[in-house]
Every structure is written in structure tokens, then in C-alpha cells.
């Protein structure tokens, strides 16, 4: 009997708390709902009446339709200014609303029409509601849809069930949406569709201006338009005028060239394109890369440039190529042709690395008819534990590596062995021939020193070979001297432990180690040479100071 006491005791307990959950439940209801109603911005509702201007046929039907109005035949209402005719009407005047029926029509002004087969009116909140075959026209837009809601206290028609806008040479389709005409604002959401002869763009969020033309993407968008793409977030399109300004790293492609950044401009009728801040411009069809903070490009020039932390990247070798320089441009000769082909030139502290070779310059000018980097103003090249110098330096790759590198004026070569010993060779004119990336052959011409070390077969080092020449040519294996050839030479064999200090370097010697890029980040570092070790530019073929006359008169 006592268990059976517990059990109904806490039966009891447990229902006088779910009880209790339950009150304290609706108490927190009926406050949120109190609290948002108090949050919500009243109505103002319409103190004017509706007004009935006309009909041909007035009668009661207390049974069927209680407290109305029953309107037949060419029925005309006022309310507030704006005029509204039926075929029939249910008119309630007590409420200030009525039900029309039959070619309804509602004008507002000389600029807004609204058309449809059913409108349920209510005076007092100044809603219109219509239904079927609707067509709401401002201007030279209109409004398609079958279910409309025209709230005239803040001038806004909004769709629930599909609509299309047309206006000019858009047409304009989504799910949901709403059209003000006092702004001209229109906003869509859901299967947005925008169609113009000249492009298609799709996307899920999209305001519309019927007055400036301007689409603004605030939604994941794509824009098509012939060969052109836009992936765009965020950003703002002008269809009649095909300019773009996009934002949050939205996406332009065309033919293969795609254009990243933090904002983009895009003007599809011209070709030209502008990216402003962490700018990715890849050109996937020549497989190079221009990457900076500020980049401009022209789909119809072929015409491209990239600067303020400006790279530009290879990729169409085996290795990569990563150069930096201050400004980069791109130009493109005989476009679209078979004779096409582009220069890449680079203006001011360049440096450059791929894993096979590194180089340094102060402008170059890159060929793509012969696939050679021409580098001007205190070039260095290194190749392994090789680097070469001039007044110019042009480099040939093929497919994979170096073919070969042509250094012209105040040439100098330079192999380490260690950090004493260097071979050396100088002259007016050197190429290095290279296979698989290892030198094979050198040219030297004119005025040739050489500071080469002989080993024996221990590969020991036994002694410096001095030599002077006017035409030299190496032969390398195995990245070791197989033989040389060279016309009449003046040289010196010194042993290894007699070199004369004023013999271990020649006179133009240079070891520019501490500029060499280390990696592909270390481009950015620009590390000039030390004063007083900078090429003294030659002078060839300077003009005479006094003319052939100007002598004959002396």
C-alpha cells in the first residue's frame, strides 16, 4: 500500500511539473511574441475612403455575400489618387475594400499600369493583390507573373510564384522577387536568370536597376558572353554598356587567359581587363603566369602588364620559372595569325630562379619566336657552380633545359672549385653550348685570358694553367675539361704551390655569390653588386667629334 502511495505521490509531483514547464513555456511565448509585435513598426493605415465612381448594376445578396456591394458591368473605384476598373466587384465599404473580378486594372499616374484577372483590395493597409495573368508595367519595363502582391504605402510589387521582368534587351526571370517603381530597384532570388542577346547570366541573388541598366551580383553569379566568362560573388554589371567591376576574388576568363584578384574591371566589348590587389593572370594556352598587385590585360591586342610586387611564371618547361621584376609587359605581334608570337619584357631589378638556372639583370627582354631571354645592364647567369657575365647576356631554352648562353662585351666566366680556387675565362665574345643541362662546349673570341686548375687522375689538384689568346674553345665531360683548342697562345703552367698571388684571379674577376637567388621567394630581395664592382659600360663605334668638313676648313 505505501509503494502504491509513492508511485501516485510522484505521479502527481511529475504532472505538477510538466505543468509548470508547460505555463512557464507559453509565458516565454506570448512574451517573444509581445516583444517582436512591439519591435515591428506600425502600419499607418489609410484614412481615406474607397471610393465607387461607377457601374451599370447595384445589387445586395445578403445570403451569399453579407455586408457587400455586388457590382456588375464596367465598375470603377478611386482610392487615394489611383484609379481601378473591373468587369464585377464584391464592395465592402464598411472594411474600405472590395474583391474585383474580370480585366482588372489598376493606374497609378501615367507611369504605372497593373493588369490582371483577379485583384482583392484592401483600403485601409493599401494592399492590392493580384492574381493571374498579371502584368505590372512601369515605364518601358514590365512585370510578369501570376501572383502579386502591390503594397502602395511603400511603393513595392513583390512575386511569390515565378515572374519575368523585360525591360530594353533584358529579360529577367527568378522564383521570388520585388520591383519598386519610385527607385526602380529590382531584387531577385532563386533560379535568377538574365538573358540579352549579347550574354547569359545565372545566378541565385541578383538586384536589378531599370534605369541605369546596372545588374549587382550578390550571390554566386556566372556571366557568359561568346568567349568570355565571369565568375563573380560580388560586384557590379552593366548590361547595356557589358562593363563589369567586380569584387572578392571573382574570376574573368577568356580563350583560355584567366584573370583572379581582390577587384576586377572588365569591359567584355573591348577585351580590357584590370585586377587591383593579389592579381593571378594565367595564360593557360602558353602556360605562363603574371602575378602582382596590380595587372592589366587586352583580349584584343594580346597586350598585357603586371607590376607592384610583379612575377611572372613559366611553366611550360619541365622546371618552373619564377622572375620578379618592378613592371612586366606582355605584347603579342600578328594576332591571330600563324605568324603570332609575344614578348615578354621586364623593366628593373629582375631576378629570376629555376632549379637549373638563376640570374640577375637590370632589364631583359623575353623572345618566344626563339624562346631567348636577353638580359641588359650588369647581367649574371649561374648554372650549378657556373656563372657568366656581360654587357649582354641571351639565353636559349628548349624544351626542357638551357640550350645555349651567348654572353656579348667584357665577357667572364667563372666555375668554383673551392673558395680559393676558380677557373676563369675572359674575352670580348663566349658561348656555352649545354645538353641535359651540363656544358658541353664553350666559344671564346677576342682578347682571351684563361686561369684554368689541371688535376691529375686522383683528381688532385697539381697546378694553374695560365694562357692568353685570341680564340678559345673547351670541351666538357662529365663537367670535366676533355680538351681544348686554341690558335698561336702565350701561357705559363704554374704548380700548384707556386701560383703567384697576382695569377689566382684575373684582372676582371668577380664572385657573385651573395646576389645569386636562393629560391623562388628570394627573388624579391634585390641585392645589388657592391660599389665599385658594376660593368663600366664599353664604347664601340662612337661618332667622331668633328666632320669631314669642319676639317677641311682647318
Avoid at 560586384?235 to 584573370?259: C, H, P, W
Avoid at 621586364?346 to 632549379?355: F, H, L, N
Wanted: hydrophobic share 35%; with cysteine; charged share 25%.
Amino acid at each position: 500500500m505505501d509503494k502504491m502511495k509513492d508511485k501516485k505521490q510522484n505521479k502527481r509531483i511529475n504532472g505538477g511539473h510538466r505543468l509548470l514547464f508547460f505555463c512557464i513555456l507559453c509565458l516565454f511565448g506570448l512574451y517573444v511574441a509581445v516583444s517582436y509585435a512591439e519591435e515591428q513598426p506600425q502600419r499607418e493605415q489609410s484614412k481615406t475612403k474607397v471610393i465607387l465612381l461607377h457601374t451599370d448594376n447595384l445589387t445586395y445578396d445578403q445570403y451569399r455575400h453579407p455586408g457587400a456591394q455586388i457590382l456588375t458591368g464596367n465598375v470603377q473605384f478611386q482610392h487615394d489618387g489611383v484609379l481601378m476598373y473591373c468587369d464585377s466587384a464584391c464592395f465592402y465599404e464598411a472594411t474600405n475594400s472590395f474583391d474585383a473580378f474580370g480585366h482588372v486594372k489598376m493606374v497609378q499616374g501615367d507611369t504605372l499600369d497593373l493588369v490582371g484577372d483577379m485583384l482583392l483590395y484592401n483600403g485601409l493597409d493599401q494592399l492590392a493583390r493580384v492574381r493571374y495573368n498579371v502584368v505590372l508595367t512601369h515605364r518601358e519595363s514590365k512585370l510578369y507573373t501570376d501572383s502579386l502582391d502591390y503594397d502602395r504605402l511603400y511603393e513595392l510589387g513583390y512575386f511569390f510564384e515565378g515572374g519575368k521582368l523585360v525591360d530594353k534587351d533584358n529579360v529577367l526571370t527568378s522564383d521570388w522577387g520585388q520591383y519598386s517603381p519610385p527607385t526602380r530597384q529590382a531584387v531577385f532570388n532563386y533560379n535568377v536568370k538574365l538573358e540579352n542577346p549579347k550574354f547569359t547570366l545565372i545566378s541565385d541573388t541578383l538586384n536589378y536597376n531599370t534605369l541605369t541598366s546596372m545588374a549587382e551580383i550578390v550571390g554566386p553569379s556566372n556571366i557568359d558572353s561568346g568567349d568570355n566568362h565571369i565568375y563573380s560573388e560580388s560586384g557590379f554589371y552593366n548590361t547595356q554598356t557589358e562593363e563589369a567591376i567586380l569584387l572578392d576574388r571573382s574570376i574573368v576568363t577568356n580563350k583560355g587567359r584567366k584573370m583572379v584578384g581582390d577587384s576586377l574591371y572588365y569591359d567584355s566589348k573591348s577585351g580590357v581587363g584590370e585586377g587591383f590587389r593579389n592579381v593571378v593572370y594565367t595564360d593557360e594556352v602558353n602556360k605562363n603566369m603574371l602575378t602582382g598587385n596590380y595587372c592589366y590585360y587586352n583580349d584584343s591586342t594580346g597586350y598585357s602588364m603586371a607590376t607592384d610586387s610583379a612575377v611572372a611564371i613559366d611553366y611550360s618547361q619541365r622546371d618552373t620559372m619564377y622572375m620578379h621584376a618592378d613592371t612586366f609587359k606582355v605584347y603579342t605581334f600578328y594576332m591571330d595569325t600563324d605568324s603570332m608570337y609575344r614578348e615578354v619584357r621586364g623593366y628593373y631589378k629582375v631576378r629570376s630562379y629555376r632549379m637549373d638556372v638563376q640570374s640577375v639583370c637590370d632589364s631583359l627582354v623575353f623572345d618566344s619566336r626563339d624562346t631567348c631571354i636577353t638580359m641588359y645592364r650588369d647581367p649574371i647567369v649561374w648554372n650549378g657552380g657556373q656563372q657568366v657575365l656581360g654587357e649582354v647576356i641571351k639565353v636559349y631554352l628548349n624544351d626542357s633545359t638551357i640550350d645555349r648562353i651567348h654572353v656579348i662585351d667584357q665577357t667572364l666566366s667563372v666555375e668554383r672549385i673551392d673558395s680559393v680556387h676558380y677557373n676563369q675565362v675572359a674575352g670580348k665574345e663566349m658561348t656555352s653550348y649545354f645538353r641535359d643541362g651540363e656544358m658541353y662546349e664553350t666559344w671564346v673570341n677576342g682578347n682571351v685570358y684563361v686561369d684554368y686548375y689541371m688535376f691529375d687522375d686522383d683528381s688532385l689538384m697539381i697546378g694553374l694553367n695560365y694562357t692568353e689568346t685570341t680564340e678559345l674553345k673547351l670541351f666538357m665531360k662529365d663537367r670535366k675539361m676533355e680538351k681544348i683548342w686554341m690558335p698561336a697562345s702565350t701561357g705559363v703552367i704554374y704548380p700548384i704551390v707556386m701560383i703567384p698571388p697576382n695569377r689566382l684571379y684575373l684582372s676582371n674577376f668577380a664572385w657573385f655569390d651573395y646576389i645569386r637567388p636562393l629560391n623562388k621567394d628570394d627573388i624579391f630581395v634585390w641585392r645589388p653588386k657592391k660599389s665599385g664592382t658594376e660593368l663600366k659600360a664599353s664604347y664601340k663605334h662612337k661618332a667622331p667629334l668633328q666632320s669631314l668638313d669642319q676639317i677641311k676648313k682647318k
